[in-house]
């Protein structure tokens, strides 16, 4: 089993940038590929990036391609969601999940494939 805990969320104004974070435990964290999803108020969870287990894959939604990164440092158990030209739209819960995956380089971008989830950061945008 793994705990994820995400940091890093707050109020900015549109055009700024913010770094979240994923600090992971109990498990290798190298084991697990691992996504960022949001959820606005109303509106379903959706995909927001996702991550091999190696580092060496990645993949953004169409939505913040070009201005989100995600990364990670499997040797310091973290992910990472880097933010910038942020837009009033991209307000919500950010939430980090860990899939585990016992061989391959593959990413998920379906909710249904993570096992375990993080309990959220808010990041609001204002215009």
């Known amino acids: 089993q793994v705990q994820l805990v995400e940091s890093g969320g707050g109020l900015v104004r549109a055009g700024g940038s913010l770094t979240l974070s994923c600090a992971a435990s109990?498990?290798?964290?190298?084991?697990?590929?691992m996504g960022w999803f949001r959820q606005a108020p109303g509106k379903e969870r959706e995909f927001v990036a996702a991550?091999?287990?190696?580092?060496?894959?990645?993949i953004t939604a169409d939505s913040v391609k070009g201005r989100f990164t995600i990364s990670r440092d499997n040797a310091k158990n973290t992910g990472y969601l880097q933010m910038s030209s942020l837009k009033p739209e991209d307000t919500a819960v950010y939430y980090c999940?860990?899939?585990?995956?016992?061989?391959?380089?593959?990413?998920?971008?379906?909710?249904?494939?993570?096992?375990?989830w993080g309990q959220g950061t808010q990041v609001t945008v204002s215009s």
């Open positions: 991550i091999s287990r190696t580092g060496g894959s990645t």
């Open positions: 109990g498990r290798t964290f190298s084991s697990y590929a």
């Open positions: 999940a860990a899939k585990y995956v016992y061989s391959g380089t593959g990413y998920y971008t379906n909710s249904q494939s993570y096992d375990y």
